[in-house]
């Protein structure tokens, strides 16, 4: 049960694109599609923003995008506002009713 | 109002034990599985536990596996996490996380109920 690996931070002016990188092995990511991707403020519950590699829930951004390769998902943020400076953290099944989170990726818009 | 809301935190010496419960509204808490998932202060976020809607089947993180135990009671609505011999590394704000229909993704969060492990 390891951590998925995400980069500690990511920036971005206000209007660009950015991607987040997770990368896990062959016994989560690269196994199954139930890849998600979460958006916490300070001090708030963290809101679900991808469900399995690239769908949107109701009432999220099309400016959020989810995709995967082999071992490594990703999300992608474009035209980058103030509002999405958050932490952001990738979620995987991980096989026999587990789940296993990323280390988180602090975004700053500029 | 579709909702979670966990309660039941709070300080606890090393060793000691603890019960968190959740309580849900606004859905059929009976047919969906449910997770706990919680953050130590300043850290990312790590999955606890996990029961099936019927509370036939559980798992648990490595971490807590032989000291917590995640229960139901579907006829109260509401999840618990019973935690046993209790560390500092234990210190988190614990959230109750809904599960849709087993695709393992999150899609309703409680707010959190703040456990802290300290002599």
């Known amino acids: 049960q390891s951590a998925l690996t995400q980069a500690a931070s990511v920036s971005g002016s206000p209007g660009q694109s950015i991607t987040i990188s997770c990368t896990g092995t062959?016994?989560?990511?690269?196994?199954?599609?139930?890849v998600s991707w979460y958006r916490q403020h300070p001090d708030k519950a963290p809101k679900l923003m991808i469900y399995?590699?690239?769908k949107r829930p109701s009432g999220v951004s099309d400016r959020f995008s989810g995709s995967k390769s082999g071992n490594t998902a990703s999300l992608t943020i474009s035209g980058l506002q103030a509002e999405d400076e958050a932490d952001y953290y990738c979620?995987?099944?991980?096989?026999?009713?587990?789940?296993?989170f990323g280390g988180g990726t602090k975004l700053t818009v500029l | 109002q579709v909702q979670l809301v966990e309660s039941g935190g709070g300080v606890v010496q090393p060793g000691g034990s603890l019960r968190l419960s959740c309580a849900a509204s606004?859905?059929?808490?009976?047919?969906?599985?449910m997770h706990w998932v919680r953050q130590a202060p300043g850290k990312g976020l790590e999955w606890v536990a996990f029961i099936r809607y019927v509370g036939s089947n559980e798992n648990y993180a490595d971490s807590v596996k032989g000291r917590f135990t995640i229960s139901r009671d579907n006829s109260k609505n509401t999840l618990y996490l019973q935690m046993n011999s209790l560390r500092a590394e234990d210190t988190a704000m614990y959230y109750c996380?809904?599960?849709?229909?087993?695709?393992?993704?999150?899609?309703?969060w409680g707010r959190g109920t703040l456990l802290t492990v300290s002599s």
């Open positions: 996380a809904k599960e849709n229909y087993g695709e393992w993704y999150f899609d309703l």
């Open positions: 606004g859905f059929t808490f009976s047919s969906y599985d």
């Open positions: 399995e590699v690239s």
């Open positions: 062959n016994s989560d990511i690269g196994s199954y599609k139930f």
């Open positions: 979620c995987s099944y991980a096989g026999s009713n587990t789940v296993v």
